[in-house]
């Protein structure tokens, strides 16, 4: 383009051909030494007077290369742009040459770092979101083990009875674990195989408190289809027989979809135990729940607990699949 342009412009394509032959090279060598030379060695390490100091001392010798080169092998008029017959390293040739040299360097430069740039931001993007995978998956690995640690000792408690429930509970167990070992190893699952999980725990927990315990489960929308991340609901759910009422406590789930909006509403109530002080006993499971959470929606769910009339209330909206 630079020889077309001058070419066109003296109407003299050989002259314009020589002179870009020995000024692009000398052009190249500059950018590359200001880009991965003086940039990274000053400019990036904040030595902003030893960089300025190269950087004139080169372009005075690029200068001097060019003019040189450009008299012995071009032309003997060093600056054929201007009037008349000029003379080289008079002060208007440098600043010419020099302010010309320098348009090159720092568009040649803002490519570069804008590329650069937008490579170390995808970089970092993607090492953010293996960051935040790993801890989602930390923390959905933690759910496993407290679940089954309370469900343990639940069955203990039985043995030591000697309650003809063991052999179911120990069946109900084998069905979750089978579910929590083989079945949420994807980021999303059926909110109706979440369901099931649900029923499951809640029939386990009946077995060990009996007819003590009342569940109702309601389902608003079609739910088919339906996707959301495991695990998500159950700490509420142990929540309900942890710190609830151990006589007479009914717990009721309600889930709504909402298709036009692509929402999902979980709320779940029990007969609270004003003996237990939930939001300080309710252990690893919901404050995991909240950080996945965070960690999955950012700020685009909404996560309501409260109690009234002698009843603990939990809402949560999310946005699905």
């Known amino acids: 383009m630079n020889f077309i342009r001058w070419g066109s412009y003296f109407n003299d394509y050989w002259y314009s051909l020589k002179s870009n032959l020995v000024e692009f090279p000398l052009h190249i060598i500059i950018v590359y030494f200001n880009i991965y030379y003086l940039i990274p060695k000053f400019i990036l390490n904040k030595k902003y007077v030893h960089f300025f100091t190269y950087f004139i001392v080169s372009l005075a ?10 008299y012995l092998l071009v032309t003997e008029n060093i600056w054929p742009e201007a009037e008349g017959v000029q003379k080289a390293f008079t002060f208007n040739h440098i600043v010419a040459v020099v302010l010309g040299e320098i348009y090159v360097i720092t568009l040649a430069s803002a490519i570069k770092l804008t590329v650069d740039w937008i490579a170390e931001k995808r970089r970092n993007d993607q090492l953010q979101k293996q960051q935040l995978q790993t801890e989602l998956n930390f923390l959905k690995s933690q759910i496993q083990p407290h679940f089954f640690f309370n469900t343990l000792n639940n069955l203990y408690a039985l043995a030591i009875e000697k309650s003809n429930n063991t052999p179911e509970v120990i069946l109900k167990l084998s069905e979750i674990m089978q579910y929590v070992l083989y079945e949420v190893k994807e980021p999303k699952i059926s909110l109706l195989k979440e369901i099931n999980y649900i029923h499951s725990y809640i029939d386990l927990e009946k077995l060990r408190y009996g007819d003590s315990i009342e569940s109702q489960l309601t389902i608003k929308g079609n739910v088919d289809g339906v996707n959301v991340p495991p695990l998500l609901f159950l700490p509420f759910i142990e929540n309900c027989f942890k710190h609830g009422a151990k006589n007479n406590n009914t717990i009721v789930i309600k889930i709504s979809f909402d298709k036009k909006d692509k929402e999902l509403v979980f709320t779940v109530e029990n007969n609270f135990n004003s003996s237990n002080d939930i939001e300080s006993k309710h252990g690893i499971g919901i404050e995991n729940v909240k950080r996945r959470l965070q960690l999955l929606f950012n700020d685009n769910f909404i996560l309501k607990t409260r109690i009234l009339d002698n009843k603990y209330l939990v ?7």
């Open 61 to 70: 010798l690029l200068y001097t290369i060019r003019t040189g080169l450009n």
């Open 315 to 321: 809402r949560l909206k999310i946005p699905v699949e």
